[in-house]
């Protein structure tokens, strides 16, 4: 089932249906046309990016994001960057697979109609260092999916289990006080006296796992080392 029919909140919902009136409101104030798009992929289909719209006779489109909670537009209001840092990927990444000169990305606040501060654009210009930077970090990333893609289609209960059983887990130091150098003199004779044969500090044997049910639950506690 799709992703989104798992996880939906009340500010996803909220974004959702207000895109249409934001993209209406850019028209009008602009006049310009902005055209709905589906996903745009690379070649390869292992990346896309899905606009809101692209302005018509411009190599530009737009990104609508509705801030709806306390927090985040008073994070708008006082350090607006910061807003904007959390999007530019997402602009980078569609000036690249689309070809794109720039993106307006509308910050939609419902909440400031009475003011007139509902609508706040702010143009994200091509930078081709951002974007170099961004496809570095994406084909990584797709390249260690695939690593653990290929470890669970691959990978054997039985192999683990093996490798489980022989891995040795270290144990904790066991740490013991030389009482002919800390204590004083013992002076009650009713009492017994304390051991003074000094213990230096050791190390218990490892001992392999007890159970390899933490390392089949999370394979990659193995694959790390």
């Known amino acids: 089932q799709p992703y989104r029919s798992m996880f ?3 500010a996803m919902r909220e974004g959702r249906e207000q895109e249409g009136f934001a993209r209406e409101w850019y028209e009008n104030e602009k006049g310009v046309m902005v055209q709905e798009s589906g996903i745009a992929l690379t070649d390869d289909r292992r990346f896309g990016y899905s606009t809101d719209g692209f302005v018509c006779h411009t190599k530009g489109a737009i990104e609508v994001k509705t801030l709806v909670s306390p927090q985040r537009i008073g994070t708008f209001v006082t350090a607006p960057e910061l807003i904007v840092a959390d999007f530019i990927d997402q602009c980078d990444g569609g000036m690249w697979l689309c070809h794109l000169d720039w993106i307006d990305l509308i910050v939609w606040i419902p909440v400031f109609e009475d003011v007139g501060r509902k609508a706040n654009v702010i143009r994200i210009e091509r930078n081709e260092t951002r974007i170099e930077r961004l496809v570095d970090r994406l084909v990584t990333f ?27 887990i270290p144990q904790e130091p066991i740490t013991t006080v030389d009482f002919r150098e ?21 190390t218990k044997k490892p001992t392999p796992a007890a159970s390899v049910a933490a390392v089949i639950d999370n394979p990659f506690n193995f694959v790390r080392n």
């Open 182 to 202: 800390t204590s004083a003199p013992w002076d009650r004779p009713d009492l017994a006296a304390p051991i003074t044969k000094p213990v230096t500090t050791a």
């Open 8 to 10: 939906d909140s009340a």
């Open 142 to 168: 797709d390249r260690r999916v695939s690593e653990v893609e290929d470890l669970f289609r691959n990978f054997s209960i039985d192999d683990i289990a093996k490798r489980c059983a022989a891995k040795l």
